[in-house]
């Protein structure tokens, strides 16, 4: 299995040890669409997937989850995190392991999900609907410092609730002079470029793993797809995510490379437990 950069207790010392203050932002890799920001002395959790969870529900069936990363951190010693996002109700994104654990870590976190997924967040979770954040295509929602603004995903396509929300967000968030887009699980959607162009992206992150029938599952960019992506949308850096973590799911990252290289588009490709900071401006 591939083995985290840093992991456990160098996990949680390399995150304490990261500059705490207004000027630098911090953002580690956590596996899958997982990342965990730092920014002051706050702390953001993105999608994270930290439990095997799919991996015993389906190791019985005909579609394996076989991890092939080591988990950088168990969720339980994360005892700091002010806020979650969830992109989308799938598992890898929406995980009652990781996330009930957090919970009792941190009697205060919040939770974000799409609105369109209140109801279905909080009884996989098992805590009141009313206590979770409800965020909405072109709503911001200011939680622990971070300005969280919801972007559309198509995953596979566009898909509303009846009231006509989203049940498939990115995420723009806003850290001091920071910003960061992290699609969730998506395809090309013209919508996307539109929406995020309103902002100054710092850091982009994106999913590799492709759309292959033949894998029955919602599928998502490309590595070539993301780095046109994150070129389009005047990304300073673009990372990207959402392979590596099971067998049957991935892609490597080098046709991703080379169209980043082709595009001279800025890129950083982070190993799970890894991290990068971006100072005043943007800077990386």
């Known amino acids: 299995m591939i083995k985290p ?3 456990d207790d160098a996990f949680l010392a390399d995150v304490k040890r990261a500059t705490a203050n207004d000027f630098v932002v911090h953002l580690w890799w956590l596996g899958q669409s997982g990342f965990l920001v730092k ?7 993105i999608d994270p997937y930290l439990s095997d969870s799919l991996t015993k529900k389906y190791a019985a069936t005909d579609k394996p989850h076989v991890r092939m990363s080591e988990r950088v951190i168990n969720p339980a010693r994360l005892d700091f995190v002010d806020v979650v996002t969830s992109s989308h109700n799938h598992t890898d994104h929406l995980d009652a392991e990781t996330l009930i654990p957090l919970l009792k870590a ?3 976190m919040r939770i974000v999900t799409p609105a369109a997924n209140c109801e279905f967040a909080a009884g996989r979770l098992g805590i009141d609907p009313a206590t979770i954040l409800a965020a909405d295509e072109g709503k911001t929602i200011n939680v622990a410092g971070f300005l969280i603004t919801g972007i559309i995903a198509a995953h596979p396509q566009v898909e509303r609730d009846e009231q006509g929300r989203s049940k498939y967000l990115g995420y723009v968030i806003q850290a001091g002079f920071c910003t960061i887009y992290h ?9 996307i470029l539109e929406q995020v162009k309103r902002f100054k992206i710092g850091i982009v992150l994106l999913p590799i ?3 292959r029938r033949e894998r029955r599952v919602a599928g998502n960019l490309n590595g070539p797809e993301a780095a046109r992506l994150a070129k389009a949308a005047g990304a300073r850096v673009v990372i990207p995510c959402h392979y590596d973590m099971f067998e049957f799911n991935t892609a490597s990252p080098h046709s991703f490379i080379a169209q980043c290289e082709n595009l001279q588009q800025r890129y950083k490709v982070l190993r799970p437990g890894e991290s990068i900071s971006v100072g005043c401006n943007n800077a990386v």
């Open 183 to 191: 699609s969730g699980d998506t395809l090309w959607n013209d919508a």
């Open 106 to 108: 941190n009697r205060a």
């Open 39 to 45: 920014y002051g002395n706050r702390y953001l959790l």
């Open 5 to 7: 950069v840093v992991q």
């Open 209 to 211: 793993n492709g759309d």
